[in-house]
């Protein structure tokens, strides 16, 4: 199987081969005209050419970048020997194994992954991780898709740019899951067109997707172990046949419809670069972090895939930090033995040092060549695994500020097509509405009919977190974290939890179980009922509702407007046909006495009690009442009729009855109109902070919509502390300054015996030049003090990074206490460049200040009075 060949991986062979850097530059010179003339300037090329040509980037860079060490070079003449053994074995075979960096010096591929555990608990797993990076990056094509890259950047500079191609990405994502404790490697071959353009148009969307067999593990868990198995129910084989010519004709339709519909889905044209795609993605092997399966990780799209159902086509190469290995294997990707260090399957570049390199199958490279170390040669074999072992990473510590980890997509925003569905995900604080995620299903792959719209908010003040709208059905579901405040002061309300609401037919509303009045539930069928449900109430009252009827306003007795009647919105005074209330249980009254349910049938004139149940019994106590001209009788007539106490008492509660749902109305009109208050300003507030800058010091109001996180609060916290401490330093050099400035010029010319100052124009003008001379010359020695400290503190950080690499092969021992002490150089360098800036500006105001006191001053009068006798002469 011959590779991709052309001007670059010639190149590439050529650098493997010249052990000296300069050599590589000759030939990048060499190549150049013949580059440009086939590889096309990509954006990746532009991001290295910036980088190379940055003057501040240069200062402050590890020398590595730009050269490398003795023991690189014997690393890429060890490599250099391999491939001539790999081709002399397998014949001719195209090898990426010392791609080119940012500044075009060659570097073995283990060499480019640096291990980093960052303090983000999103990156400690593999699936969070692999998604993060998928939105944090904007994913780069290889152009041509065939060709392997001519640039390999550092994973620290591709993580600074969030830019990358899939080689990027891997080696990014690989970095930090070995940095977490994952036996994680990148993986480079052949993937199909899909893969490589990030096309997921034909495949569902991840965050809809349920997994049933968790559930249904868990069952089975909870499951007795000693159970009766029941006999299998009867099956009809005809109804089985039908099943499946029915699901295979579906299947048919979908595909034809797919085929039919996907016009803006590339990969249904036809490839001309078909099986020859080449792509890089990251494989996580089982044993650590308790992984159980080996698993294929596709840090284009986060994607995790079986390793013996995966989309990939072949596999090239697989390396990690320590070791290269060559896939020998003729076969698809998902049938690859990935026994590494068996020479059937596998061919290593380093030997490894523990011992892993010499198991399994001794047929390879190694077996019967000379240069393979020998055990009886003793002390040659140490001399030849110390010579032969990795150099640490050449890149500079993978790091992502905190701004741009909030931050997650990349400029802010990022869109995601998938089969039917449509993605749009929003870093935090960039909508003036607080949304963060936008997912749309559609009815046809078009994505032209819109079936369900889900909404993510996040830092909202009216605790909205999640939207559903579903416009065939009007209908709209808010969803709403705890500690939304009330609409009202004095009465109520609040802590609402969820709102359902189908237009012109009916609105539900739940609540937490935190507001005073104990409701929890309130449904409105639109001009037909309304029932609430409550909990925990000192009356016991745990359901009522009021059933509402329009034909009693034109079927009424003499044409009058019925006495009883409720406010709907959208329809007016609407008759009441009845109102129930229901209790809980009173332990200390006996059931036949407890009221369980109160029916008011106010169009019939009738009430019904109906009592608790005796414990053990099915049958309750129950009995139906007349109201005639106030009056309440019980039926049967012949019946016990009520006491005057008992009829006063369930009038009474008729009448409480009606006021409670009246009032319960109000409440919940009043928080539907605060919902709609606050939608009606996030609208405003789209055109009036636009591009306005948020005031996070500033306490929340109803105007602003959204409230600063945690880290917002801090950083406006430290900013103001920071901006304390400067006044009050200025304030206390005001204090110590408030002395007289020119009592150190004016005792020459005191008069000792009246202790007074007296001076002539020549002599208040002297005095004014000594004092200014003198306050300009301090403001300027202060300021060479700030800069001989700031230029003091880079030159000692340059010679400790000089020192660092003239150590060589120790760098990995010490370099966690030099990143420790580069990190604190350069707070201690951040602070004195601003001092010196803040200096620079205060020195000017102070200066003006001085002037303006010395022209204030009555003792320097007579300079001034001179000049204007001076301009009338």
């Known amino acids: 199987r011959e590779g991709p060949t052309g001007p670059f991986h010639e190149f590439g062979t050529r650098c493997v081969h010249s052990s000296p ?27 290295c050419r910036r980088f190379v040509g940055d003057a501040q980037t240069a200062q402050t860079l590890n020398p590595r970048y730009c050269s490398n060490t003795p023991k690189e070079e014997l690393l890429l003449e060890h490599v250099r020997e391999f491939e001539e053994q790999f081709v002399n074995v397998y014949g001719n075979r195209f090898l990426f194994l010392c791609p080119p960096n940012e500044y075009g010096v060659p570097k073995f591929l283990p060499s480019t992954i640096r291990p980093t555990h960052l303090p983000y608990k999103e990156l400690y797993e593999v699936k969070p991780c692999a998604q993060f990076l998928a939105d944090f990056f904007n994913y780069d094509e290889l152009n041509p898709p065939d060709r392997y890259p001519s640039i390999i950047p550092a994973p620290h500079s591709v993580l600074k740019w969030q830019a990358g191609d899939c080689f990027d990405l891997s080696i990014a994502l690989c970095s930090l899951l070995i940095g977490v404790g994952y036996d994680a490697y990148c993986v480079s071959g052949f993937a199909p067109r899909f893969i490589t353009t990030r096309n997921e148009a034909r495949s569902a969307c991840p965050q809809l997707e349920w997994h049933p067999e968790d559930k249904k593990e868990d069952v089975e868990s909870e499951d007795d172990e000693f159970t009766i198995h029941k006999k299998p129910p009867l099956t009809s084989e005809y109804r089985e046949a039908r099943r499946t010519a029915d699901e295979v004709d579906k299947a048919r339709l ?91 399957y596998f061919e290593y570049v380093m030997l490894d040092a523990e011992g892993g390199g010499s198991g399994g199958d001794a047929r390879g490279l190694y077996a019967d060549g000379g240069d393979a170390p020998d055990e009886s040669e003793g002390g040659k074999l140490e001399q030849a695994a110390q010579i032969l072992d990795m150099p640490p990473a050449w890149s500079e510590r993978v790091d992502i500020p905190r701004e741009n980890f909030h931050a997650r997509c990349y400029q802010g925003e990022k869109t995601i097509f998938y089969h039917k569905c449509k993605v749009e995900q929003y870093a935090p604080y960039t909508q003036d509405d607080g949304l963060v995620q936008r997912i749309t299903l559609y009815k046809d792959v078009r994505r032209q009919i819109p079936l369900e719209i889900r909404e993510t908010f996040k830092h909202r003040r009216d605790r909205l977190s999640e939207r559903k709208r579903r416009p065939m059905q009007n209908e709209t579901i808010e969803h709403f974290l705890p500690g939304r405040p009330s ?24 609540f937490y179980n935190s507001r005073l009045d104990g409701l929890v539930r309130c449904v409105e069928l639109i001009g037909k009922k309304m029932f609430e449900f409550f909990e925990d109430r000192d009356d016991r009252l745990i359901y009522h509702s009021v059933t509402l009827d329009p034909s009693l306003a034109t079927n009424h007795r003499g044409g009058q407007k019925p006495k009883d009647t409720y406010l709907v919105e959208s329809m007016g005074e609407v008759p009441i046909r009845k109102m129930t209330q229901k209790y809980a249980r009173n332990s200390q009254v006996p059931p036949d006495e407890d009221f369980h349910k109160i029916c008011y049938f106010l169009a019939e004139g009738k009430i019904r009690v109906d009592y608790h149940r005796e414990p053990g019994q099915l049958t309750f106590k129950t009995v139906t009442y007349v109201n005639e001209d106030g009056n309440l009788y019980s039926l049967p007539r012949t019946g016990t009729q009520p006491t005057q106490q008992e009829a006063q008492r369930l009038l009474q509660m008729q009448g409480n009855c009606r006021d409670i749902l009246t009032e319960s109305h109000q ?42 996180s945690v880290y917002d609060l801090a950083r406006e916290h430290a900013r103001v502390d920071a901006m304390r401490e400067g006044a009050e330093e200025e304030k206390q050099e005001e204090t110590t300054s408030k002395v007289d400035v020119l009592a150190p010029y004016l005792v020459d010319f005191m008069n000792k015996e ?108 007579a300079m001034w009075q001179r000049e204007p006798a001076a301009m009338g002469r």
């Open 487 to 510: 609409s009202s002061t004095s009465a109520a309300g609040g802590a609402l939890k969820q709102y359902r609401e189908i237009s012109a037919v009916s609105r539900e509303l739940l």
């Open 667 to 708: 409440r919940t009109h009043v928080e539907l109109n605060q919902r709609r208050k606050d939608e009606n300003g996030i609208r405003a507030s789209r055109s009036v902070q636009a591009g306005k800058k948020r005031e996070l010091g500033l306490p929340g109001s109803r105007e602003d919509v959204l409230e600063p």
């Open 254 to 344: 979908d595909e034809e419809e797919m085929k039919s519909d996907s016009e803006d889905d590339p990969s249904s044209e036809e490839d001309e670069f078909e099986n020859r795609r080449i792509h890089c993605w990251v494989l996580v092997r089982k044993g650590s972090r308790e992984v159980r399966e080996d698993m294929y990780v596709e840090p284009t799209t986060g994607r995790i895939y079986d390793v013996t159902r995966c989309p990939y086509l072949k596999i090239d190469l697989i390396w990690n930090h320590r070791n290269l290995w060559v896939n020998m294997q003729v076969c698809n990707a998902s049938q690859v033995e990935l026994d590494l260090y068996n020479s059937r």
């Open 21 to 47: 850097c300069l050599l590589a530059f000759a030939v990048m010179e060499e190549d150049a005209h013949m580059v440009e003339r086939t590889e096309p300037i990509t954006q990746k090329v532009i991001r």
């Open 754 to 861: 009246t202790k007074y100052v007296q001076l002539d124009s020549l002599q208040a003008e002297l005095v004014m030049k000594k004092c200014t001379q003198d306050f300009r010359k301090r403001l300027t020695d202060r300021a060479e003090i700030i800069q001989k400290r700031l230029e003091e503190e880079q030159e000692q950080l340059r010679k400790r990074r000089a020192q660092m690499q003239r150590r060589g092969d120790n760098v990995e021992k010490d370099e966690r206490e030099f990143e420790r002490y580069q990190s604190q150089a350069m707070f201690r360098t951040q602070i004195l460049e601003q001092r010196l800036a803040r200096h620079e500006m205060q020195a000017i105001e102070k200066f003006q200040e001085l002037e303006r006191m010395l022209q204030e001053d009555p003792r320097l009068a």
